[in-house]
């Protein structure tokens, strides 16, 4: 059974810095895309960043580029990411999830993209 663990959220002022983890079991990732999504209250799911796991390569929305940087631990099967310089408007649940699927490099800012997600992590910032 395919499990994406998120942990790291919290409460932190702005300007302050969490670092997100996803962990991923049940199946060989290595070739997937792993993906960061982000949900305010009363707004849609939102793309914030994605890696491939073979390669590194990585896609981040724009406003949050500079800020927030997606990595992965293969020993670990990790996902990480590092969010600096928080904001208010960062303030969501955030959500790990993996594709096979994608079909190109430019979908997988799309939810469709994805068939794992995993439950969410909190964060909150503070004005």
């Known amino acids: 059974q395919v499990q994406l663990v998120e942990s790291g959220g919290g409460l932190v002022q702005a300007g302050g810095s969490l670092r997100l983890s996803c962990t991923a079991s049940g199946r060989t990732f290595s070739g997937d895309v792993m993906g960061w999504f982000r949900q305010a209250p009363g707004k849609e799911c939102e793309f914030v960043a994605a890696?491939?796991?073979?390669?590194?390569?990585?896609l981040y929305t724009d406003s949050v580029k500079g800020r927030f940087t997606i990595s992965r631990d293969y020993a670990k099967n990790t996902v990480y990411l590092q969010m600096n310089s928080l904001k208010p408007e960062d303030t969501a649940a955030y959500y790990c999830a993996a594709s096979q699927r994608y079909t190109s490099w430019t979908a997988v800012a799309g939810i469709d993209s994805y068939n794992y997600w995993g439950q969410g992590t909190q964060v909150t910032v503070s004005s």
């Open positions: 890696i491939k796991w073979r390669g590194g390569s990585t």
